[in-house]
Structures are given as C-alpha cells and as structure tokens.
C-alpha cells in the first residue's frame, strides 16, 4: 500500500515508495478510498463500544489520482485498489476512471479492487442508501463490465441503467481484472460469483486459509476456472524494525517474522500478501526492511 494515508502522507511519500518498490521488483502497488473522517464515534473497540475511526483516516489521498501519478514515474508495476468503495461512484464515471488509468499505464498493469465500505456516513455524503449494500454491488459490476463492452454500451439493472452509448476510452486489452475486499461469507460468495479475485483482510493462517478454500470451492461450484481467480491476503499489521517482545501481530512485525507467516502460504492457495497499514518507520528505514523481506520472500 502506498503511504496515501499515515504519518508519512504526502505526494513525496509516495512517490519515493512507488519507485523504490519497482526498483526491488515488488508486483504491485496500491491505494484505497476513504471520503471522510466522522467527528462522531464510528468505529467499533475490542469490547464492542463505538469511537473514533482511525487517525490514519484524517488524510487519505485520493486512489485513482494517486494512481494515475505512480504509472507516470513507473514502468512495469501493477496498479490496484484496494479498495474503492464503488457504490459511492456512478458506475459510468468509474468504469472510464479506470479505463483511463489502463490507457495511461500502458495497459494490463491495472486491477480495479471494489467493496461495500464500512460507515454509513459516506453514503450519506453521496446519497446513497446505506441498504445497498450487497446487492448493489452485483449490479454496479455488471454495469462497469459492460461499459468496458463493445460499443454501443446498454445495460439495465436493479439500480443502473445505461441507455445506448458510445462509452470511452476503453480498457487497451477489453477488461480490467476485479477483485473484491471480501471477508465475510456473503462477499465471499459475491466474489466467486462476479470476481476476479478478492483481497481479504487475513487476521491469521487458519483465518485466511478459510476464506481462501470458501472463495476457491464455491467459484469452482459455480463452474468457474477458480484457479485461474486470485487471492491476496491483506496485511492489517505495520512492518517495523524491531519486534515487540511477545508474540507478533500476524503478517507484522519485522521482515523475518513476516516471511515465516508468509511461507505456510504457498500451500494454502494464496497468490499474494499485501500490505496495507502504514508503516510507523522513517521512510528510509521503510525501503530497509522492503528490500529485506524481498530477499528473504523468493517469488512463487
């Protein structure tokens, strides 16, 4: 993840670990929405009492502008979201954002990675209503894949309609890969159903092992290629210097405890770790410790 929100936000930020990460042959690099911070307590504790949302939330830079900045200083590396909240957006207006974005990178280092969001006061800052969730977002797929389609563009559906159109530009290859931040059984179902892949927020080897196998098993009952579907677990935990004494957050920590979480992966049909919280450490040390867990972590 880009440093797009956290102690190191700013356009220098993320431009220094955008080019450092293709420098050390990292596969991707990517960004995430949040519209507003609420005053009010949002976020619910350990023991299930509402507070504050995160400090991390008080600036996050905007993905797909972020994005459209790193494929200029950069060549070769992916370009993801992880995720947008897509039913915050016209599907139209999203479909040729990212379109536009493949267009400027190149083509094929794009993956557009969509979810439902998780506080109702940005829906509300949008007007939409918060009860959309879920089955909006079947049908706000359907839309963007059909915009991406051949011209001319028409779909009706539940919440979207698209009257015959010309619809550009388009993706440079005709699609741009999908994943979900799926990690509750129902999205999980949703994205074996309509997904590329899903990123799922891994609290632990036998939690994301589940969602792993739950993703893989139902796209292949659906009669879906499930090999062919990725899965990138997502890290929650700041890579850090030193290790805390203890036992470390799972896929936290420093490189190596972060590389012996990341071996029992290979075998457990996770393609990719990404990691998502921002790093605690100056941005100097940051580059140490990616270059470290690079050389410990061989690709598979």
Known sequence: MLPVSGPHASPAAITTIAQAAERLDYDSLWTYERVLR????????????????????????????????????????????????????????????????DQFSGGGRVIAGFGQGSMAQEYATANIPWKRRGAGMDDIVAAIRAAWGPDPVEYEGRFYSIEPSEINPKPVHGDIPIVMGAFTDAGIDRAARIA????????????????????????????????????TAQSNSPMVATADSGDHPYLGGTPKQIAADIEPLRERGVDA??????????????IELLEELRTLVPRA
């Open 38 to 101: 609420p005053i009010a307590p949002v976020w619910p504790g350990p023991d299930g009492t509402l507070g504050p949302a995160p400090e991390i939330y008080r600036t996050t830079y905007e993905p797909l502008q972020t994005l459209s900045h790193v494929a200029a200083l950069t060549s070769r590396i992916t370009l993801g979201t992880s995720i947008i909240t897509a039913l915050l957006h016209p599907p139209v207006v999203l479909a040729r954002r990212f379109a536009t974005l």
């Open 273 to 286: 770790v990404m990691f998502a919280w921002p790093s605690p450490e100056p941005l100097d040390v940051q």
């Open 196 to 231: 590329d892949g899903i990123t799922p927020v891994s609290l632990s080897l036998d939690d994301v092992t589940r969602m792993t196998t739950r993703f893989r098993t139902e796209a292949e009952r659906l009669g879906r290629d499930a090999a062919a579907l990725t899965v």
